[in-house]
């Protein structure tokens, strides 16, 4: 449980998925290598926690928040730098993909088990991620 909810992170309301993301935002500080690096570990965890805390046939409760960690960091992993507009980016882009799963977000959210718990937050992570990439490539600079 404390993996799943990020050391209880997922207990508070309202809007755990929001503070599941807004958690790891520091994590920006450290740099997109440590922002990738934290993604691996949290996601492998996650997957971990999401087995032995989660039947097969639960959805994925609010209270699990490693897959919001997860994903988020993959979308920071993506800053050149950690500047205050860069970090909002990143955190509205990521939660904007959770909140309205287009495909293939809500492809992923429909697999079954812990899979499902937490792929279709690796890819809102990955998707933002490459959103924000493309963006600061055609706008160099506008997230200094």
Do not use: H
Not at 48 to 54: E, I, K
Not at 60 to 70: K, L, M, N
Request: glycine residues 14%; hydrophobic residues 60%.
């Amino acid at each position: 449980m404390l993996v799943a909810t990020m050391g209880g992170v997922g207990r508070l309301r309202p809007g755990p998925g929001t503070w599941g993301s807004l958690v790891v935002l520091p994590l920006a500080l450290a740099g997109p290598g440590w922002c990738l690096g934290v993604a691996l570990v949290i996601a492998v965890a996650g997957y971990w926690a999401a087995g032995q805390v989660l039947n097969e046939s639960t959805e994925d409760p609010g209270w699990f928040v490693a897959d919001e960690g997860a994903g988020m960091l993959l979308v920071l992993a993506a800053l050149p730098a950690a500047t205050l507009p860069g970090v909002f980016l990143a955190f509205a882009l990521f939660r904007a993909l959770d909140i309205v799963k287009p495909w293939p977000i809500s492809w992923a959210d429909a697999q079954p088990g812990a899979m499902g718990v937490m792929l279709d937050d690796i890819v809102a992570g990955l998707i933002g991620a490459a959103g924000l990439l493309a963006f600061t490539r055609f706008y160099p600079g506008i997230l200094d």
